[in-house]
């Protein structure tokens, strides 16, 4: 099974929707999948940057479009590392090119969410960067960050069978080869809960989900969990995601 791309989540909640409610949150977290999925081909410099203006300019894309049926604040994390993940850590060339390509990535996608509102001064766009990349960085490199094993996957498996035996998660980075244990989606939940209190002036609420718009997709590498854990679960609707 094919799994919808962002774009395709983009056409289908429009499809839904023909007005965005311009009060709640927009989740838009995509780009490891274009890069992971380019693995073996990341060497040529040529296609390196092809995927990286791709990558970037689906996710302006994708808030252009949200923005032009009344969608106003947005939440855009940014990759962690792609060369610290279990499944490319072992091989140090792999690693240390996803890893300058995620950089690239994030250092595109930064100056993408500067330029939008600048391109659009009438829009009233709210956008807002949630740096997932210095998280998961400091939780590798701090000895006492609480994890034991940031390397490996706790449930070693080939996915997407998963059937193997985690029985102490929150020593581990790692679920599986490719996401977070639920302690670090906490800590992701955590750092967006700060950002969001921190972006909203004095007497006003946090922009939340509308019922009526429910969650886009729930997809793939730090997914979606992350935004239901303790502190978001306290909204009364769900946030619209799109994960690719």
Not at 100 to 108: K, P, V
Not at 171 to 194: C, G, M, V
Not at 207 to 224: D, F, H, I, Y
Request: charged share 15%; with cysteine.
């Amino acid at each position: 099974m094919t799994l919808p791309g962002l774009q395709q989540q983009i056409d289908s909640f429009k499809a839904k929707n023909s007005k965005a409610d311009g009060d709640a949150l927009y989740i838009l977290w995509a780009g490891a999948n274009d890069y992971l999925n380019e693995q073996l081909n990341l060497a040529d410099p040529v296609v390196a940057q092809t995927t990286i203006n791709t990558a970037v300019s689906n996710l302006g894309n994708a808030i252009t479009h949200l923005a032009k049926i009344g969608a106003k604040n947005f939440l855009i994390p940014n990759l962690a590392d792609l060369g610290k993940l279990p499944q490319t850590n072992k091989n140090p060339i792999v690693a240390g090119g996803l890893g300058l390509i995620t950089q690239s990535h994030n250092d595109a996608l930064s100056q993408l969410l500067k330029s939008l509102p600048l391109l659009n001064p009438d829009s009233g766009l709210n956008l807002m960067s949630l740096d997932v990349f210095s998280l998961v960085n400091q939780a590798i490199a701090d000895p006492n960050s609480g994890f034991t094993n940031t390397t490996d996957a706790c449930l070693n498996v080939p996915l997407p069978f998963f059937t193997g035996n985690c029985s102490n998660p929150d020593q581990y980075l790692f679920w599986d080869n490719l996401h977070p244990t639920a302690r670090e989606h906490q800590k992701i939940s955590d750092l967006a809960y700060s950002v969001l209190h921190s972006k909203v002036p004095p007497g006003k609420s946090v922009p939340e989900g509308s019922a009526a718009l429910g969650v886009l997709v729930v997809g793939v590498w730090l997914g979606a969990k992350s935004l239901r854990r303790q502190k978001l679960s306290k909204r009364r609707s769900p946030v619209p995601v799109a994960v690719d």
